[in-house]
């Protein structure tokens, strides 16, 4: 396996590099000091001014929508290709959305570029590209077990012309935010189909459709995450053309699979990021500090924790970068198991050196904003996209099959 760079990843490497340390680091504090005053204003949810000004100078410096690929409207980046810029970006949560590289937006661009009709790619996908609305995914939901997608009980019911929603949906990621137009939503049109992954569909609902009701935000370990936020959205009787159906009915669980193995890739690497800055934060803590005549660096103990850290965020690394290869040469199906490898392996390794980086800085790292809110959204991982057990069970199946003996021919 040969991971090298490319030169022309080494070049975005460089200039991605150049602009966060430019633009985004430097502007860390504004944006949290924008949303806080938002949110003294008693509205969280507005965009802060200072992404929409660095959005326009990633578009200037050629850093826009790195993330999809094989398409002109993307970089054209392999999967591989994108994954050590995606790294880069996770270093700060919020940066992503500079690059126009965000999620859901990813997700849900990748969806309406592969199975979206023209008409909804010129209505919904050109203005998600330009970096003028956003959207959200519409699958979780609160009654059920939705770690089996074949659980979901929303409805989609078709009804001449158009179709017919309704269903209740929560960790709906950017549903509060103002800019976000268009819900990707999955339901059931067929719920009597006797094979479970043919009953659902996935349809775009305008946001503003009447029957789109926002009942909440939900808070992540306390955080609201705001500007972004997730939301918990009740849909009755929403009506929208039978056009904004996707692929077709019954497809949705098929459409599921192939959005959420690169959003998964994307998370992954954004958490290496993150684990790389939390381990940077804790060097640069331990050598500053004094505890029992020498710094804290040079205790035994934060050495070893250092080492830790270091091995686990290299193999978390090469186990994405695997994975994207693989998707990249035999596909999403085929690399089934690398993609749950590291659904598991990333989010529990960048808990682990996040809470290194906490305890390293004693009672600061549990007042620290970005130690804080970088372990809540990391914990949070090991839940959404599919929960650990499901993806270890998967894992363990795929790893069992390789022994089983061959059925008989008949």
């Known amino acids: 396996m040969d991971f090298q760079y490319t030169p022309k990843v ?18 860390e504090g504004r944006f949290h000091a924008e949303v806080e005053a938002n949110r003294k204003k008693g509205n969280a949810w507005v965009p802060t001014v200072v992404i929409e000004e660095l959005k326009e100078k990633a578009k200037a410096a050629g850093l826009w929508n790195l993330f999809l690929p ?16 995606c790294e880069i970006m996770g270093r ?7 690059f126009n590289c965000s999620a859901p937006d990813t997700g849900n661009m990748e969806t309406l570029e592969r199975y979206a009709s023209e008409a909804l790619k010129d209505q919904w996908l050109k203005p998600l590209l330009a970096g ?8 979780t939901e609160p009654a059920v077990a939705s770690s089996d997608a074949t659980n979901i009980e929303s409805r989609i019911v078709r009804d001449g012309d158009h179709y017919v929603i309704n269903g209740r949906k929560w960790w709906s990621s950017g549903a509060n935010d103002p800019r976000c137009k268009l819900f990707i939503f999955m339901g059931k ?35 609201d995450d705001a500007p972004h936020g997730h939301a918990e ?20 669980f098929e459409i599921a699979q192939g959005r959420l193995g690169p959003g ?11 684990a790389e800055r939390a381990l940077e934060k804790m ?34 690394r090469f186990l994405v970068l695997n994975a994207a290869s693989m998707m990249d040469t035999v596909g999403n199906k085929v690399a089934a198991k690398e993609i749950a490898m590291i659904k598991v392996a990333a989010p529990i390794m960048a808990c682990q050196v996040i809470d290194w980086s906490i305890q390293a800085h004693g009672g600061g790292g549990m007042t620290d904003e970005f130690l804080a809110h970088a372990y809540a959204s990391a914990r949070s991982l090991r839940i959404a996209d599919g929960p650990d057990e499901v993806h270890r069970n998967q894992i363990g199946k795929l790893e069992l099959a390789k022994y089983k003996p061959a059925k008989p021919a008949r």
């Open 92 to 98: 700060v949560q919020w940066s992503p959305e500079v």
């Open 283 to 316: 060097c640069k803590r331990t050598l500053k500090r004094v505890a029992f005549g020498k710094p804290i660096a040079e205790q035994t103990v934060t050495l070893e924790r250092i080492a830790e850290a270091r091995i686990m965020i290299d193999e978390a």
């Open 70 to 85: 094989e398409s002109t409207r993307g970089a054209g980046l392999t999967n591989l290709e994108y994954a050590p810029l």
């Open 132 to 139: 003028e609305i956003r959207s959200c995914f519409g699958m």
């Open 10 to 27: 080494q070049q975005l490497q460089a200039r991605l590099i150049a602009f966060m340390d430019e633009h985004v680091y430097p502007n």
């Open 189 to 223: 049109s067929d719920p009597d189909n006797p094979n479970r992954h043919q009953q659902q569909s996935m349809i775009v609902v305008p946001s503003d459709t009447p029957g789109v009701t926002i009942l909440r935000h939900l808070p992540v370990f306390g955080f």
């Open 264 to 274: 998964r890739i994307h998370h992954c690497m954004r958490l290496v990021g993150l």
């Open 233 to 252: 959205v009740l849909f009755e009787n929403v009506r929208v053309p039978a056009s904004n159906i996707l692929l077709g009915e019954g497809r949705g």
